[in-house]
């Protein structure tokens, strides 16, 4: 992947990305060693990279050996990156191009190095050969380090309908309204309606129209697999009712008030609504991939783990939503959707359709007691 002359930037990237993935795993796992780290990089007031944690935190970089082989490969990975670019240019090709904007993206180590590439990719936005996603989120990102505010404000995600920053603009809205124009990109309020997530310029994390994905010639179908290390979620209780709610990002925080209202037995297997890049270190937000993988991981394993699913498709069924859906019925479980059928597989007998929480709750409770055979 890094020879004495070129760099691979697409296999160094997805080489990085496979250990990021396992080296978030295993500190999200451990709520007390993910306070710690997340403490040492300055969560929430002004959150540092991970990569950062070897200045911040030195004692604990190798917490856990996933982490250490992440942060390690990370830094040279940087440090090539760099040098790649220096002598070669930004890449012309997508695949190419998302791969050196991600490694740059972590190559904190060498933020001097990395803000004096960025007049070049700015001269490569400007003649129209470059993501200006990319330039917004290294410009952000290498100014955030520095203790800067943002320029172009993108590192910030949508919770109750209002947007959250990691960190303060440069001036108001319009100011960066105003920047994002100049380099091409669009205003804050058109990236808001798909901001629940991180908007990611990187591969398959480009899901939404103002971020869309790029169809590109597959350069290998070879995955780098890194083990990722075992899950151990906190156990739950034997005689509890272990509920999954399944819901759209935008609903996040509706999700953790319901979780925190559920009665007695019920108790929620979701694990999804404990990801949070504004406070926890194992969440960053500009990870790439690593993150939705995680999240993915997660919901797969609590899925499995339930005994019902409490889908809440009154506003809008995603696309992940009906993954979960199917995961459930998959595994014999009990699924409660809220909101009208719309398919073939709402008219299982597995499912249940009904209008509001208090009814799906009652219906969870109601189901998973007559699957134990015990009185409601």
């Known amino acids: 992947m890094i020879t004495a002359t070129r760099v691979d930037l697409v296999a160094v990237a997805r080489r990085e990305q496979a250990l990021l993935t396992a080296a978030l795993a295993s500190v999200f796992s451990d709520r007390d060693l993910d306070t710690r780290i997340s403490r040492a990089l300055g969560y929430p007031a002004w959150p540092q990279p991970l990569t950062l944690l070897p200045d911040l935190g030195p004692e604990l970089t190798t917490a856990t050996p996933h982490l250490a082989a992440y942060l390690a490969f990370a830094i040279a990975a940087g440090h090539a990156t760099i040098a790649e670019i220096a002598s070669h240019g930004w890449p012309d090709s997508p695949a190419a191009a998302d791969a050196a904007w991600l490694l740059l993206q972590h190559a904190d180590a060498d933020n001097e190095q990395r803000r004096g590439l960025l007049p070049m990719l700015a001269a490569a936005v400007e003649r129209g050969h470059a993501d200006p996603r990319h330039l917004a989120l290294l410009t952000d990102r290498e100014r955030a380090v520095r203790g800067e ?75 780098d697999h890194i083990a990722v290390p075992a899950d151990r979620p906190d156990p739950l209780p034997d005689n ?65 783990r339930c005994d019902v699913l409490v889908a809440f498709a009154e506003h809008r069924r995603s696309h992940g939503l009906g993954v979960e859906i199917g995961i459930a019925l998959a595994h014999h479980k009990q699924v409660v959707i809220i909101g009208e059928p719309r398919c073939s597989f709402d008219m299982l007998p597995d499912v249940t359709v009904v209008a509001d929480v208090d009814d799906a709750v009652h219906a969870a409770t109601m189901l998973a007691c007559a699957a134990r055979r015990e009185p409601a």
Do not use: E
């Not at 798909?194 to 590109?216: D, H, K, M, V």
């Not at 009665?263 to 404990?274: F, G, H, K, T, Y």
């Open 240 to 304: 509890a009712i272990k509920v999954y709610l399944g819901a759209t990002l935008r609903h996040r925080n509706q999700m953790r008030r319901v979780r925190d209202a559920l009665p007695a037995p019920l108790v929620s297997s979701s694990r999804w609504l404990d990801i949070d890049p504004l406070t926890r270190a194992s969440c960053q937000l500009d990870a790439g991939l690593a993150l939705n993988q995680l999240a993915a991981r997660l919901c797969l394993a609590d899925v499995a």
């Open 149 to 223: 505010t943002q320029r172009y404000g993108t590192l910030r995600l949508i919770r109750d309908d209002q947007p959250a920053l990691l960190y303060p603009l440069a001036g108001t809205s319009a100011d960066a309204d105003a920047a994002r124009r100049a380099i091409g990109l669009p205003d804050l309020a058109d990236d808001a309606q798909f901001a629940f997530s991180p908007l990611t310029p990187y591969g398959t994390a480009r899901t939404c129209p103002t971020n869309p994905w790029q169809p590109r010639v597959l350069d290998s179908l070879q995955a």
